[in-house]
Nanobody
Framework: QAQLMESGGGLVQPGGSLRLSCAPSGTISDPYVMGWYRRKPGKQRELVATLMNGGTANYLDAVKGRFTISREYAKNTVYLQMNNLQPEDTAVYYC????????WGQGIQVTVSA
């Protein structure tokens, strides 16, 4: 069964940038929306950003102006450019795709620390 695979996480200093990527490991049904969620330590998972097929993007207020979501529709791939990262952005980030079927990635750690 195809899965979503995240990459690009890691450790970065406050004010730094990371770019997360997410691609399917096999063939998936074309999603109408792809996006990113995150789970901070001890917290519930929250929506970070989504991008629908028509181009409508939705962002968590806390990341507006710092994060940008983009997609390669032909490859069912989604990216998250994260700039000016802050310690409160530390979390496990999950990729998500939804259409006829829903898919989740296994998550990737992003740590923002001096």
């Amino acid at each position: 069964q195809a899965q979503l695979m995240e990459s690009g996480g890691g450790l970065v200093q406050p004010g730094g940038s990371l770019r997360l990527s997410c691609a399917p490991s096999g063939t998936i049904s074309d999603p109408y929306v792809m996006g990113w969620y995150r789970r901070k330590p001890g917290k519930q998972r929250e929506l970070v950003a989504t991008l629908m097929n028509g181009g409508t993007a939705n962002y968590l207020d806390a990341v507006k102006g710092r994060f940008t979501i983009s997609r390669e529709y032909a490859k069912n791939t989604v990216y998250l450019q994260m700039n000016n990262l802050q310690p409160e952005d530390t979390a496990v980030y999950y990729c998500h795709a939804d259409g006829v079927k829903a898919y989740w990635g296994q998550g990737i750690q992003v740590t923002v620390s001096a």
